[in-house]
């Protein structure tokens, strides 16, 4: 039986999680039942929603128990089975753990994926993975954008804002992209297409609303919200009438109290909405998504940027640059030589 490294979680992070929050286990794999396989996987995504994972809180998913692995999205290969649905050899994809092997079950989480369908596997982690879904799905479906409104995309230069702001300039929309840094804004310009780009490094809420102001002459149509506190508080007060505000994710509460949107009060006066992605609601249409995301990426009009950091051992480091600003693209761990 192969060893199973596993990155735990021993304690419930307080704040930014340290070391000692976890501990890297080594044991043996656990014999299959009738309709379970042994997923190797190569690659492991690190993504906002761990840190989430970590409190004792409700959720759209059980907080992750002390002594388990932390969850994460893995791709990786079969290579034991007792199920013939998923053979050895196959590839596929889900919600699994940080582990060199996952043990899946037929009708689980995990389903197959086709290496040839796509220009590198590790796409399922972020194109074709929960961070492309809830781009495809949040700006499509709650967004609804027309051509000619404004986009503004918060955390606008990460995995999730990148591609939001790619798809919504497909849909002829003006593209506003709020990150952090010049380097950063710089890559809004040149890489995602965004019309005009804020670094928000340094400003008050009140600088940041002026800056947006005059990114979107014509208002704010849609709102992309990844980021929550002052950055949601100051593009509350540049929308429009029948604004729709897509709230993807909160990272700047991550990993602190919940500090709670301020200017609210905008939804009622502007007759705005506010609605959240959670991609369960959007299982059934996951066969529109992908095709559509995998073709706008083979014709090159979407550019996708992924930041690959090798070794199991290094799964904290690279969640830690999620919250510092230091990835570049959908962060992932290659733990396969
Ligand atoms: N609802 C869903 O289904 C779903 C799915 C995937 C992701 N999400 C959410 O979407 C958001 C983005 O995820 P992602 O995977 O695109 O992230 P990502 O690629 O990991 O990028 C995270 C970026 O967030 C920015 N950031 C971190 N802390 C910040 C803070 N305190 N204030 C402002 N910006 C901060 C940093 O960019 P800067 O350098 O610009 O600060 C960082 O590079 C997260 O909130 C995540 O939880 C939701």
Partial sequence: MPLNRRFTLVRRPSGVPVPEDFLLTEEPTAALEPGQFLLRNHYVSIDPAQRGWMDDRPSYLPPIALGASVRASTVGQIV?????????????????????????????????????????????????????????????????????????????????????????????????????????????????????????????????????????????????ENVGGDILDAGLLAINPKARIVLCGLISEYNSEPRGARNIWELVVQGARMEGVILTHYFDRIGEAVPALIGWVRDGKLRVDEHVEDGIENVLPAMLRLFDGNNEGKMMLRIVD
């Fill in 80 to 224: 034991e089975s007792r199920s013939a649905a998923f053979p050895v050899g196959a590839w596929a994809a889900g919600l699994n753990a940080v582990e060199d092997y996952s043990v899946g079950t037929e009708g689980g989480y995990t389903n197959l994926v086709d290496p040839d369908a796509v220009p590198s596997i590790t796409n399922y982690l972020s194109v074709v993975g929960p961070t492309g879904l809830a781009a495809y799905f949040g700006l499509l479906s709650i967004g609804q954008p027309r051509a000619g409104e404004t986009v503004l995309v918060t955390g606008a230069a990460g995995s999730v804002g990148s591609l939001v702001g790619q798809i919504a300039k497909m849909k002829g929309c003006r593209t506003v992209g709020i990150a952090g840094g010049p380097a950063k804004v710089q890559r809004l310009l040149n890489d995602y297409g965004f019309d005009a780009a804020i670094n928000y490094r340094g400003k008050s809420v009140e600088e940041l609303v002026a800056e947006i102001r005059r990114a979107a002459p014509n208002g704010v149509d849609i709102q992309f």
